[in-house]
């Protein structure tokens, strides 16, 4: 959710629920910089089960440069390691879509496995 929207949204909410703050821009902006993405919200650091899948996501709204520089549409695939039990994204990659999946598994596993112990992996 962009900034601003988050903002709307908030300040909304306020008016429902009188006891929340406020919060503007700055404020959201110093929040998103203190959160670590990968971060365990459970405080569980032993060992875990991570799956790997990827989505694919059509690249939108850039005019045509996209399809005039390659030739045709692209799509960006997002690659997430997810912790079975909790859910939680161990790690995620960002790749175009001419990059096969087991050309992605060995980065993002080794991404995965700086933030975690991991003691099996499935891949969907």
């Known amino acids: 959710m962009p900034y601003r929207r988050l903002e709307g949204f908030t300040r909304a909410l306020s008016r429902l629920i009188p006891r929340l ?3 503007d ?3 959201v902006r110093r929040r998103m910089l203190d959160l670590s993405p990968y971060e365990s919200l459970s405080g569980y650091y032993g ?3 991570i799956a790997v899948d990827s989505s694919g996501v059509s690249v939108y709204k850039c005019g045509g440069w ?3 520089l390659y030739g045709k549409k692209r799509y960006v695939e997002i690659y997430f390691a997810v912790d079975v039990k909790t859910k ?8 175009t879509d001419d990059i096969h999946d087991s ?6 596993m080794a991404d995965a496995s700086r ?3 991991i003691s099996e992996a499935y891949m969907g």
């Open 21 to 23: 703050p406020k919060i």
């Open 25 to 27: 821009y700055s404020w």
């Open 47 to 49: 060992p875990v089960a």
């Open 66 to 68: 996209v399809e005039r």
């Open 88 to 95: 939680e994204v161990v790690a995620m990659e960002v790749t």
């Open 103 to 108: 050309k992605a598994l060995p980065s993002i």
């Open 115 to 117: 933030h975690r112990l």
